[in-house]
């Protein structure tokens, strides 16, 4: 899993992304997802977005609405590497999901026999 680096009281050490929970939502919308990323198996945040912006997917950490319209984060990474690396474990285990739910909607469709046929000049 990613790592992101930390201090502690006598030294250095490296917390561990060790769990990334992600649930799709509306195939509509530029919101694809919300995620739960547990750090090193004691601390989780919860209602990361996956939003697919006009340069592609992005994260959004959670936020709470302040007066106006204006959005303040609630808990965020303090600098652009960590942002990096746990916006790529994010991006790995969505890949991941996407990947596992492709290959299941094709296997049910060649088990149903809705697969759809390829011509001898596709093969």
Do not use: C, W
């Amino acid at each position: 899993m990613s790592t992101v680096e930390r201090h502690r009281e006598g030294g250095e050490g490296q917390m561990q992304v060790t769990d990334v929970r992600i649930r799709k939502v509306a195939a509509e919308g530029k919101m694809k997802a919300i995620v739960s990323v547990t750090f090193d198996d004691e601390f989780v945040v919860h209602d990361i977005k996956i939003i697919e912006g006009q340069n592609g997917l992005f994260i959004a950490m959670p936020s709470r609405k302040m007066g106006e319209g204006d959005f303040r984060d609630i808990a965020h990474p303090i600098n652009s590497e960590t942002r990096n690396k746990i916006q790529d474990a994010i991006f790995v285990r969505y890949e991941q999901m996407n990947e596992e739910e492709e290959a299941e909607r094709v296997s049910e469709e060649t088990a149903s026999g809705d697969a759809p046929e390829v011509s001898e000049e596709e093969l």
